[in-house]
């Protein structure tokens, strides 16, 4: 049963932009926070960023570049990835639930989406 509903992904160009967006398909209960991780091939799924109340969290490696939104009403939330690098290909999973800067407090999960940046 999908829960979250990921699009935005796709093929850019290194220097592009894409926005992933991730709606909630029904009412979720316990969330508090929402945000994107993503998974390289060989690689652990790794947090991009998170956003909770107004408090924003970033990786290291995206700061400056990415940008996280949230409609706390509809439960939906945006990646908005500038200056994109052949590094941030991944496929980008959107999580909810009461924490979500770790993988252990994410309570959903979406079915992913490819984001592939051509250098």
């Known amino acids: 049963q999908v829960q979250l509903v990921e699009s935005g992904g796709g093929l850019v160009q290194a220097g592009g932009s894409l926005r992933l967006s991730c709606a909630t398909s029904?009412?979720?209960?316990?969330?508090?926070?929402m945000g994107w991780y993503r998974q390289a091939p060989g690689k652990q799924r790794e947090l991009v960023a998170a956003?909770?109340?107004?408090?924003?969290t970033y990786a290291d490696s995206v700061k400056g570049r990415f940008t996280i939104s949230r409609d706390g009403a509809k439960n939906t939330v945006w990646l908005q990835m500038n200056s994109l690098k052949p590094e941030d290909t991944a496929v980008y999973y959107c999580?909810?639930?009461?924490?979500?800067?770790?993988?252990?407090?994410?309570?959903?999960w979406g079915q992913g989406t490819q984001v592939t940046v051509s250098s």
């Open positions: 029904r009412t979720l209960f316990s969330i508090n926070a």
């Open positions: 956003i909770s109340g107004g408090k924003t």
């Open positions: 999580a909810a639930g009461l924490v979500v800067v770790m993988t252990t407090g994410v309570r959903y």
